[in-house]
């Protein structure tokens, strides 16, 4: 028997360090998290009805590989009113198991092996192991709290190669909360159009902006015929165990994808699908309400770090708050583990999502007011003795 049977590409990931310590958190009493990254609100009643009703008429079979017809449509609408970029819904949409499966669907379609892609991080954890899964290389561009955590048009073109594919940005940011600005996704098309670069948008959380507007990569000027639009349910819609989710762009880089998701998936969930086809149609009202609860959060969550000696970049989107903790003298590991010790609140650890967050921790406000209250608490009690 050989000592190891799975590929090298397997074996060289890092094991997700969210999972790691959250494997420790689910084995004690009385936490309180601050470390989930999704919503605390259960999906909206009518969008679950819409889903329970597709059941019960029926609609118990596959889709179209692309996705149900009717749902492509309202989202190239949807898309349309919002940002001004008009998809095609027969060629330019496909739907998918969350943004999850649309990254690895886009990394797999566009990747031959040894393409980079460049990364700015912090990130969502998953970006770089699509990289590597597809057989690219991930090129990671730390991002720094001193540019509000957004892309530098200098470093970024220092950090193309002949090699280079594509540049992956994900904002609003998970982690850091970071919306990108217009003249920021001005640089990075520039320098996508001087080096004939795919952009691939990850704007799942597009509609989680608080006081500022959400800047859609492809409505730029010439950017859509190289952008693959990811976009989704399952923070905006609190809608995340549904697995629905979608990827827009031009219609030869969408039907490789349809390539790779017809032999993978053969079609996302049809229930999440109409499901999902309901949140787009009836959906608004809901999303404007639980912004506005996260907003109220955001406000106390950002004040009471703030106070409490952590010095707080402050966030325009999506729902964490990203402080600094090297005022306790401790790493982001240290910090995060001690306080979840000592004072049994979790933390997510910034370099779990890449160099770019080291020094700092994630806390998301997806959580009920009266908790964020209570672990600000106790985390003054934590910076009384450490900071
Ligand atoms: C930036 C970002 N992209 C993608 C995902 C995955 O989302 P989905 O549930 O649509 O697969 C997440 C989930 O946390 C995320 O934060």
Not at 34 to 56: H, M, N, Q, Y
Not at 186 to 205: G, H, P, T
Not at 312 to 334: I, K, L, N, R, W
Not at 343 to 368: H, I, L, M, Q, W
Request: net charge negative.
């Amino acid at each position: 028997m050989k000592d190891n049977y799975l590929a090298s590409r397997v074996v060289g990931l890092k094991p997700s360090g969210i999972r790691k310590f959250f494997d420790i958190v689910a084995t004690m009493k009385d936490v309180i998290s601050l470390g989930i990254g999704e919503p605390d609100f259960v999906t909206p009643e009518p969008i679950v009805e819409a889903g329970i009703r597709s059941l019960k008429g029926g609609y118990t079979h596959y889709t179209s590989n692309s996705g149900l017809f009717e749902l492509r449509e309202a989202l190239a609408d949807h898309i349309n009113d919002r940002y001004g970029v008009a998809y095609d819904p027969r060629s330019e949409i496909i739907v998918t198991v969350g943004v999850s499966e649309a990254l690895y669907l886009a990394m797999t379609a566009l990747l031959n092996p040894g393409d980079e892609v460049i990364v700015p991080t912090p990130c969502f954890v998953s970006y770089q192991a699509e990289v590597i899964l597809a057989g690219g290389v991930a090129v990671e561009l730390p991002t720094c709290v001193e540019d509000n955590f957004l892309v530098r048009a200098e470093t970024l073109e220092a950090a193309v190669t002949p090699k280079t594919k594509a540049i992956l940005i994900g904002y609003p940011n998970n982690p850091t909360g970071a919306v990108a600005t217009h003249e920021m996704m001005m640089e990075v098309a520039r320098i996508a159009e001087k080096y004939d670069l795919v952009v691939i948008s990850d704007e799942l959380y597009d509609q989680l902006v608080y006081g500022v507007p959400h800047v859609c990569f492809p409505s730029l000027p010439g950017m859509k015929e190289r952008t693959i639009l990811l976009g989704g349910f399952s923070k905006n819609y609190a809608m995340t165990g549904w697995r629905a989710g979608f990827a827009a762009g031009p219609a030869e880089m969408i039907q490789g994808l349809v390539r790779v998701h017809q032999y993978t998936i053969m079609s996302a969930p049809t229930m999440s699908q109409m499901a999902a086809l309901e949140a787009i149609k009836n959906g608004q009202p809901y999303v404007e309400e639980m912004r506005a609860e996260y907003d109220r959060r955001r406000k106390l969550i950002v004040g009471g770090l703030n106070q409490l000696g952590l010095p707080t970049f402050e966030p325009h989107g999506a729902f964490y708050a990203f402080p600094q903790v090297a005022v306790s003298g401790m790493s982001d590991e240290v910090f995060a583990q001690m306080l979840l010790e000592e004072e049994k609140v979790a933390v997510v650890p910034g370099n779990s999502f890449g160099a770019g967050g080291d020094g700092f921790v994630r806390c998301s406000y997806a959580t009920a007011y009266e908790k964020i209250e209570e672990a600000l608490h106790r985390m003054d009690r934590f910076m009384r003795r450490h900071g």
